[in-house]
């Protein structure tokens, strides 16, 4: 992973500014105003549509600079979609996330139906490169279509459905719904796929994992997940990403 592939030519504010201001506003529960307001306390004169400027050309480059995790075959996924309204129309949110409770992908779809379940687990066999140990799914309406696709694309994994079960994948929705009411919704498709891959990225490094409640892991944690993140903007040379997480 190169850092340089971030380029900031031609932008009057330094990068550390851009980059702080794209992670405070995809990191936190913040508004573009509140971003702006923030920034202004620091004595820093920027506008709240720069800032969403920013995150829209920054913000996917750094997610793509973010490493993700090492897929393994004792891999645990958990498929659930949540229901997102965007300009009075409904659509489905279909996520994936393994055991830890990581973001595996996630995709924007018009239908809850088996083509739009098999598209989740076509890009996640793309992405990961290999399948994982089982796949647990709930008992709700979309249990039919998340069956009918594993059949279709990995017909020899091991499938579990039980409410009980897919805890991780319906509590990973809960922090998008938070930002969700604060951004006072989704305009466009488009816009919410662009802020899920950035939003998640970020929370996959930042989020204290299960096995590290202490205090000090925690801390040790986040100044590490900081380090990542500024290698990820280019701020750190490579050699000190080194030092990053493994999550």
Do not use: C
Request: net charge positive; proline share 4%.
């Amino acid at each position: 992973m190169n850092s340089s592939a971030v380029s900031y030519k031609r932008h009057r504010f330094p990068q550390q500014i851009i980059s702080n201001a794209v992670w405070m506003y995809f990191r936190f529960p913040l508004s573009l105003r509140l971003v702006e307001e923030m920034l202004l306390e620091r004595g820093i004169i920027v506008s709240y549509e720069t800032i969403r400027r920013w995150g829209r050309k920054f913000g996917p480059a750094y997610a793509k600079q973010l490493r993700r995790k090492r897929p393994s075959r004792q891999d645990v996924w958990h498929l659930d979609e949540v229901v997102i309204s965007i300009a009075g129309r409904k659509h489905w949110l279909w996520r994936a996330v393994d055991q830890d409770g990581y973001v595996l992908d996630e995709i924007v779809q018009s239908r809850r139906d088996t083509k739009a379940a098999k598209r989740l687990l076509i890009r996640l066999l793309k992405k990961a490169g290999m399948p994982p140990k089982r796949i647990i799914t709930d008992k709700l309406r979309s249990y039919g279509a998340d069956l009918a696709a594993k059949r279709d694309v990995m017909p020899d994994i091991e499938h579990r459905s039980h409410k009980g079960l897919n805890n991780r994948a319906e509590n990973s929705h809960l922090p998008l719904r938070k930002r969700e009411r604060t951004m006072q919704g989704f305009r466009s498709t488009g816009g919410l796929q662009r802020f899920i891959s950035i939003f998640s990225a970020l929370r996959n490094i930042f989020v204290t994992p299960r096995h590290k409640r202490s205090a000090l892991a925690t801390h040790i944690h986040r100044i590490r997940a900081m380090a990542h993140w500024k290698a990820a903007t280019g701020l750190l040379p490579d050699l000190q990403r080194q030092s990053a997480p493994a999550v």
